[in-house]
């Protein structure tokens, strides 16, 4: 009978609301994964539709906890359920202890539409065995600020079970809350103020031997008229994920390997972006990008998060939608802010990374789409006038840490290496897309000039030849040597010299940066800097896009047996967690608890496989060239990357490399520089 029901409980997963498989090749079953598998703390499971976000009770079968709609916070909200079984009450809820009336709670799988749950109770009563089987589906809605629960029950007696569901609401501290108020943390109010609405049915049933009945639940803030139609609500979430499915990921390639690992790494790093994408009326931009969201928290749009990270793959899955986003980056004051928050206003400082990550976004669209004259306008005044602020023999002072890295001791401040070193790409990056727009001649010479003294002035000024690296310079002549994963930023901005390139990587080894589950993002062997609990830049681990960057960076640097080490090191990641977290230590598969439960960034890691393994290069021009770097065993295969309207699919190995056009093979040989279109 068990084996019995564990196949039932397989086919009902893969089966289950799967009707959103209106992409070819992307559907919501790629990215589901096994409960039990994860070591996700219970505070950073959540399931969204792009509307609402709920927080399953793990342990339990119809539990539900946090919900987040914004305008609408539904923190410390509770459903919980209990049943009445041939008359006697079972709970449905965790609880230790043997000989308990509970249903026992067996594990499930999560996808991005919904969590799918099982339970069961077999146990001798007074009156006869009770034994039966629940599988429910926790679905939050994409129309409205709610959720629903569809449960089906087997009884696995040979007798009827008569059952009663008996669900228990508690709106905890519903409110609502304005938009400009949903920052880095989720917010919550002091009471409820809202009453959320709880509708039912099939609450009551007599369930004949070996059948099965279903029930439903919904759990809304705006009252619904009439009769409930639950299918009809399932039904149209369904819908608007099969629309999202069908232009997020239409350019995106799936990735085939005989390596599981990379595999479910590069499904996971995908997921990561697909669950930041919001549809609401409420918000300013419809489709919305957010940083964050599934757990209420940065459900602002931050510049650097989404410009500085994965700017390619941005731009690959939101298409021409990202216009209005980067558009909505320069309304803000990018001199004040460094966000916006759902209604579109400014929030946050300047921050230092703003200006490359513009940069970024904008030279991606570019050779993706074309150049967009008001947005390479705006990349021009943004660079121009970091060259205004005030300097230190031509290093500029970015200002203290809430401008740069936030770093809970001094150090990373005033004039910092990579920040200026990014002064160098941006010039040389508005040259190129200047030149390309066909500004004068005279103009983008200028720029190039500039960037070449910036860069002598950065050698000059903060590289310490003994020490092998860049130091941080305070305005009173104080030096700090600080040995943070930013360092290596440098590697791309055209600053560092083979020599110093040299000297940069040689502390990129294990127990100063490198340790069994990532990378440190200050070195331990800096014991000035060095700490365990801001892992994000302080160290014992690190902001989830920046590992995967530094592999891309190494990839770039033709390193790609250095970049592979640096990547796998993440991939824990794709077989253990749902979609990555804003960040996680490094010398043990674990993320802090009181930080954001997914993360924007987490696209780099496809980022990095894509342009970096794979060796995609897009080109100002509108080509796309390729130099594929694998060092591993199996061959990759990717299909159906979509670029300028073309459709192309590649295998590369160690030895061989595979070309297909719009289904014409184009090359196959060894792997080298060529020319896709």
């Known amino acids: 009978m068990r084996k019995q029901c564990l196949i039932v409980i397989l086919l009902t997963v893969i089966s289950t609301g799967l009707s959103a498989q209106a992409h070819p090749r992307w559907q919501l079953s790629d990215f589901a994964i096994d409960l039990n598998k994860l070591l996700t703390p219970q505070a950073q499971l959540w399931v969204g539709s792009g509307y609402s976000t709920a927080s399953p009770v793990l342990g339990s079968v119809l539990g539900v906890g946090d919900f987040m709609s914004p305008p609408i916070s539904g923190r410390n909200l509770s459903l919980e359920a209990s049943f009445v079984a041939n008359g006697d009450t079972i709970r449905d809820r965790f609880v230790w202890g043997s000989k308990v009336d509970n249903i026992l709670y067996t594990g499930g799988s999560w996808q991005p539409d919904r969590i799918v749950r099982r339970g069961v109770y077999h ?103 009439g009769t409930v139609d639950f299918s009809a609500l399932e039904k149209k979430t369904e819908e608007i994920w099969a629309r999202r499915l069908q232009w997020a990921l239409s350019n995106i390639p799936t990735l085939q390997t005989a390596n599981k690992a990379l595999e479910d790494y590069y499904k996971r790093s995908i997921v990561s972006g697909l669950v930041c994408i919001w549809e609401k009326p409420d918000f300013k931009l419809n489709p919305s990008l957010v940083t964050s969201g599934l757990d209420g928290g940065s459900m602002s749009t931050y510049l650097w998060d989404v410009g500085g990270y994965a700017p390619h793959l941005v731009s690959l899955m939101m298409g021409d939608k990202l216009l209005d986003i980067t558009r909505n980056m320069v309304a803000i004051d990018l001199e004040k802010y460094n966000a916006y928050t759902p209604d579109g206003a400014g929030s946050g400082v ?142 791309r901005s055209g600053v560092c010299t083979p020599a110093m390139k040299k000297k940069i990587l040689e502390q990129l080894v294990e127990n100063k940066f490198l340790f069994p589950f990532g990378v440190s993002s200050i070195s331990k062997a800096d014991s000035v800097h060095y700490e365990e609990t ?54 043990r598969p674990a993320s802090p608890v009181f930080k954001r439960a997914n993360i924007i960034a987490g696209l780099t890691g496809a980022e990095a496989i894509l342009f970096g393994l794979i060796g995609l290069e897009p080109r100002l021009d509108g080509s796309l060239w390729v130099a594929p770097q694998s060092t591993i065993e199996e061959s990759i295969t990717i299909k159906g990357l979509g670029y300028r309207g073309r459709v192309i699919d590649l295998t590369v190995s160690r030895t061989s490399c595979t070309i297909i056009k719009d289904g014409k093979q184009i090359y196959q040989g060894k792997p080298a520089l060529f020319k896709i279109l």
């Open 350 to 491: 300047r921050y230092a990374y703003s200006t490359v990550a513009f940069t970024n976004l904008v030279y991606a669209l570019a050779c993706q789409k074309k150049i967009e004259p008001e947005l390479l306008a705006q990349v021009k005044r943004l660079v121009l006038e970091d060259e205004q602020r005030p300097m230190i023999r031509g290093i500029v002072d970015y200002g203290e840490q809430k401008n740069l890295l936030e770093m809970r001791g001094m150090g990373w401040e005033h004039g910092v290496p990579s920040p200026n070193a990014e002064r160098v790409w941006c010039l040389r990056r508005l040259a190129e897309m200047g030149e390309r727009a066909g500004y004068d001649a005279s103009e983008t010479s200028v720029w190039k000039k500039k960037s070449d003294s910036i860069a002598a002035a950065i050698r000059r000024e903060l590289w310490d030849q003994k020490a092998g690296w860049f130091v941080c310079l305070y305005p009173d002549g104080h030096k700090e040597w600080v040995y943070s994963i930013q360092v290596f930023d440098m590697l």
């Open 534 to 587: 801001d892992t994000d830049w302080g160290g014992g681990g690190a902001y989830t896009g920046d590992v995967a960057q530094l592999a891309l960076d190494l990839y770039h640097e033709r390193l790609p047996a250095k970049a592979w080490d640096v990547l796998s090191r993440q991939f824990w990641l794709g077989q253990q967690w749902p979609y990555f977290p804003q960040e996680h230590f490094c010398d």
């Open 123 to 225: 146990r001798m009563h007074s009156r006869g065995p009770i034994s039966f089987e629940i599988v429910s589906h926790l679905i939050p809605l994409a129309d409205r600020s709610g959720f629903m629960i569809r449960y089906e029950v087997k009884n696995w007696e040979m007798v009827p079970l008569e059952l009663k569901m008996i669900p228990t609401l508690r709106p905890g501290k519903s409110a609502q809350i304005p938009l400009n108020q949903w920052g880095f943390i989720a917010p919550s109010a002091d009471s409820s103020q809202l009453a959320p609405q709880l509708y039912k049915t099939g609450d009551y049933t007599t369930i004949s031997p070996g059948a099965s009945k279903t029930g439903y639940l919904a759990v809304v803030y705006v009252p619904i008229a």
